[in-house]
């Protein structure tokens, strides 16, 4: 096993243990967790603690105009660059379908699948890319 599956791996297992919480632990910032552990940079620093409910993460999302715009600018202000031929660590939005529907959701990659935080835990599954960019 690589210094990166061994590093992705256990934090996908604390990932899985961790509560949601919006504004700290969600959807997007669980990745950008991840980034700041593999790159030294929290591509969303600006983003924590301005929300703490569903209705405010989708108020910031709608101002910035929605996950994969919002998500973008992020990993893309961290000096991230995009890419269609994702690895294991690279991040991205995935469609994922949750009670509302199909939705976009941030998501980290892990070879083949896509791990995507659940409530409660991560769910790891083919999901369709929407947009990634390498770690």
Avoid: N
């Amino acid at each position: 096993m690589s210094e990166l599956d061994a590093r992705l791996a256990e934090f996908l297992d604390q990932a899985a243990r961790t509560p949601f919480d919006y504004g700290a632990w969600d959807c997007c910032l669980w990745v950008a967790d991840w980034i700041q552990l593999r790159r030294g940079v929290d591509p969303a620093a600006h983003l924590r603690g301005r929300y703490a409910s569903a209705l405010g993460c989708a108020r910031v999302l709608k101002r910035g105009g929605g996950v994969e715009a919002v998500f973008g600018a992020c990993v893309t202000a961290a000096g991230l660059a995009p890419t269609c031929a994702w690895r294991a660590g690279d991040v991205g939005v995935v469609e994922a379908h949750t009670l509302k529907g199909p939705e976009p959701v941030g998501a980290i990659c892990t070879g083949p699948r896509w791990a995507v935080l659940a409530c409660p835990g991560i769910l790891v599954a083919p999901f369709r890319p929407l947009a990634a960019w390498e770690i």
